[in-house]
Nanobody, 123 residues
Framework: QVKLVESGGGLVQAGGSLRLSCAASGLIFRTYGMGWFRQAPGKEREFVAGIRWNGANTNYRDSVKGRFTISRDNAKNTVFLQMNSLKPEDTAVYYC????????????????WGQGTQVTVSS
C-alpha cells in the first residue's frame, strides 16, 4: 500500500523557518511527481510547490517564490519543503502528494496524499 507521511510542522514566529519532510513507501518513488499543498481554515486547498520525478523541474505558487524550496532525495524516498521568511498567511495544514505522470505541476492529478502536518506562523 502507498503511504506518505509528513513531518516537521510546528509553531514558528514570523520571519522564521521550517523544513517539512515527506517519507514515501509502497510506490516506485523515483517515477512520481511530488507536490506540496496546503489548506487553511475556511479556505480551499491550494498548490504550494511541485517537483518532477527526477528533480529537473520545480513549480511554485507566486506567493512563496523566493521563500520556499522543494527538493527530493530519490535514494531516500523523501521529498522536502524548506520554508524561509515565513508569514502568518502561510499558516495551514500542509499535505504531501504524489502523481504518476511524474511532472509535479499544479494541474497534475495527485492520487496519493499524506495525513498532513500543521504549520502555524505567529505575528
Amino acid at each position: 500500500q502507498v503511504k506518505l507521511v509528513e513531518s516537521g510542522g510546528g509553531l514558528v514566529q514570523a520571519g522564521g523557518s521550517l523544513r517539512l519532510s515527506c517519507a514515501a513507501s509502497g510506490l516506485i518513488f523515483r517515477t512520481y511527481g511530488m507536490g506540496w499543498f496546503r489548506q487553511a481554515p475556511g479556505k480551499e486547498r491550494e498548490f504550494v510547490a511541485g517537483i518532477r520525478w527526477n528533480g529537473a523541474n520545480t513549480n511554485y505558487r507566486d506567493s512563496v517564490k523566493g521563500r520556499f524550496t522543494i527538493s527530493r532525495d530519490n535514494a531516500k524516498n523523501t521529498v522536502f519543503l524548506q520554508m524561509n521568511s515565513l508569514k502568518p498567511e502561510d499558516t495551514a495544514v500542509y499535505y504531501c502528494a504524489g502523481e504518476l505522470y511524474g511532472v509535479g505541476t499544479e494541474g497534475a492529478r495527485y492520487d496519493y496524499w499524506g495525513q498532513g502536518t500543521q504549520v502555524t506562523v505567529s505575528s
